[in-house]
């Protein structure tokens, strides 16, 4: 079955700073590929995604990015802010099927 | 609008008892997901739903878990007998429909702790 890894499990940058995590997955018939940010305590919020006919997509400071052929996705935070601070969980849904396969999260503190 | 409600949002349970663990869909979305996080984990995917019918329950764990939704809205997981290693909090997540990766909003959780 699809396998999600997730890089790296901590983040710490300087506020105003980027941020950048890597996610590979192992299922090629993978298509749909969302990424999530959580606070303590909280549900998942969906921030971003990516389907598979395209290689990057972004919205303001997140953007996301798709390499198919190495079966990597990227997310990339710019000009970081102490409220970025959060775990961020990428996740792929496989050929077939709608379920969420999740990597094991980055935990990412911004620093005033 | 109203988003995915899920109820209670703790439970605390001695093992061995039987639990059932609720959740609201987001209106007019036909597809609900249940999924599992333990500490420090990733959303582990549990089972889900397209209108009434359990399109994949491949990653419900045994037999003791099992997940009903009647009416195509209201979703019910229940678990019997229930174990220490049950303890996780239960999300729920819904979406307009399935086929071509709708994006999945996310209930607030069932924490539920098994003693």
Do not use: M
Request: some cysteine; charged content about 20%.
């Amino acid at each position: 079955g699809e396998n999600v890894e997730q890089h790296p499990s901590t983040l710490s940058v300087q506020e105003g700073d980027s941020a950048v995590i890597k996610c590979t997955y192992s299922d090629s018939a993978s298509n749909y590929f969302p990424w999530y940010k959580q606070e303590l305590g909280k549900r998942p919020q969906l921030i971003i995604d990516i389907r598979s006919n395209v290689g990057e997509k972004k919205d303001q400071r997140i953007a996301v990015t798709l390499n198919k052929t190495a079966k990597h996705f990227s997310l990339h935070i710019t000009e970081t802010q102490p409220e970025d601070s959060a775990v961020y969980f990428c996740a792929a849904v496989g050929w077939n099927t709608d379920k969420l396969i999740f990597g094991t999260g980055t935990r990412l503190q911004v620093f005033p | 609008g109203a988003g995915v409600s899920q109820t209670p949002s703790n439970k605390v349970t001695e093992k061995g008892k039987y639990v059932e663990l609720r959740c609201d869909p987001i209106s007019g979305h036909t597809a609900l997901y249940w999924y599992r996080q333990s500490l420090g984990q990733g959303p582990e995917f549990l089972i889900y739903f397209q209108g009434t019918g359990a399109a994949d329950d491949s990653g419900l764990p045994n037999d003791r878990f099992f997940a009903v939704r009647p009416e195509g809205s209201v979703s019910t997981l229940k678990i019997q007998r229930t174990e220490r290693g049950d303890s996780a909090v239960y999300l729920c997540a819904s979406s307009l429909s399935t086929g071509i990766s709708y994006e999945q909003y996310f209930g607030p959780g069932t924490r539920l702790t098994v003693t």
